[in-house]
């Protein structure tokens, strides 16, 4: 019963292009939704995150966007850099019993 | 690592064994949790602490226990290890709705 599902699974993009990676939730009392980098044999990092009050946050190249009636958000990636090259994890927090759930994870590949 | 410490950072067991892997902060997070990272499966949750003795259940909980006595630490004991629980652990800490903090990982084998 994944609680937060994330697309693609898998994503390759060239250098100086956008990135975007795609995640649903189905549990409305969520109400943080972070974005989370791993590089290899690291452990995840915050990389942005959003609260529905908004319906956009940026940070330098990266943005976040939210669909709150569609119970959808989704990371934007801009000029694309090799250096991106990660894994990159979606996740929504439920404030009330701090409970912090993920998705499945994209792997990107930013080819040069 | 943000003051997040997880050991051992290895470890090959033998199935049916217990086994206990630790987590320590140094923030005084109140959230803990600890995460199984597969393959296809992403970052799945076994079990967060909400704070000193007060945990719940994640996702994938089966064949795994935690507890928390202080509010530094989280051990997670896998009770008899079984080849399913071969995987890479990952221990984190945060506040409420804010940045959580991850650990570098323990890499778990059950043979």
């Known amino acids: 019963q994944q609680q937060v599902k994330q697309s693609p699974q898998s994503l390759i993009v060239q250098k100086g292009g956008i990135s975007i990676i795609n995640c649903a939730y189905e549990?409305?009392?969520?109400?943080?939704f972070p974005w989370y980098q791993q590089f290899p044999g690291k452990g995840p990092a915050l990389l942005i995150a959003?609260?529905?009050?908004?319906s956009e946050k940026k940070e330098g190249r990266f943005t976040i966007s939210f669909n709150k009636s569609a119970k959808q958000f989704s990371l934007h990636i801009m000029d694309s850099q090799p250096g991106d090259s990660a894994t990159y994890f979606c996740?929504?927090?439920?404030?009330?019993?701090?409970?912090?759930?993920f998705g499945q994870g994209t792997t990107l590949q930013v080819k040069p | 690592d943000a003051g997040i410490t997880q050991s051992p950072r290895h470890k090959v067991t033998e199935t049916g064994t217990p086994v206990t892997l630790r987590c320590h902060q140094t923030?005084?997070?109140?959230?803990m949790y600890w995460y199984r990272q597969d393959p296809g499966h992403g970052l799945r949750l076994i079990h967060y602490?909400?704070?000193?003795?007060?945990?719940d259940k994640g996702e994938v909980s089966d064949g795994y226990s935690v507890s928390r006595s202080k509010t530094e630490d989280f051990l997670l004991t896998l009770e008899s290890a079984t080849s399913s629980q071969t995987s890479v652990y990952f221990c984190?800490?945060?506040?409420?709705?804010?940045?959580?903090?991850f650990g570098q990982g323990t890499r778990l084998t059950v043979v």
């Open positions: 996740a929504a927090s439920n404030g009330n019993t701090g409970k912090l759930i």
């Open positions: 549990n409305t009392a969520f109400d943080y």
């Open positions: 959003i609260r529905p009050d908004v």
């Open positions: 923030e005084n997070h109140r959230y």
């Open positions: 602490s909400y704070g000193v003795k007060d945990t």
């Open positions: 984190a800490a945060g506040g409420q709705n804010t940045e959580a903090f």
